[in-house]
């Protein structure tokens, strides 16, 4: 599945961004787990969320529970990232990507990635 991830920009801090992502699969979308990472500069790639086929189940990195809501439409094969209250330790790139198994939160769990969409929460 080839994955298109948008919404990124330069946002100050407290304030509130919405990541797409798009899927080009239309008829097996509704299978995939699907999830968000990101990666700041010289740093390793890291988990962020994840949400499960139905989007009954989601699953949050501990740096972003409570600021930040993952949800999916599986009619328009799209999952979003909400981020409320940005600081700027959440600048980084943010990818999504697809994996065929829940709960999924390692990178490894993925096997389809977006190209990213960078966040830079200004101070």
């Known amino acids: 599945v080839q994955l298109q991830a948008s919404g990124g920009g330069l946002v100050q801090a407290g304030g509130s961004l919405r990541l797409s992502c798009a899927a080009s699969?239309?008829?097996?979308?509704?299978?995939?787990?699907m999830g968000w990472f990101r990666q700041a500069p010289g740093e390793e790639r890291e988990f962020v969320a994840a949400i499960s086929r139905s989007g009954g189940s989601t699953y949050y990195a501990d740096s972003v529970k409570g600021r930040s809501t993952i949800s999916r439409d599986n009619a328009k094969n799209m999952v979003y990232l909400q981020m409320n209250s940005l600081k700027p330790e959440d600048t980084a790139v943010y990818y999504c990507?697809?994996?065929?198994?829940?709960?999924?939160?390692?990178?490894?769990?993925?096997?389809?990635w977006g190209q990213g969409t960078l966040v830079t929460v200004s101070s």
């Open positions: 699969e239309r008829t097996f979308f509704s299978r995939y787990i």
């Open positions: 990507a697809a994996g065929p198994v829940w709960p999924a939160s390692r990178s490894a769990d993925f096997g389809s």
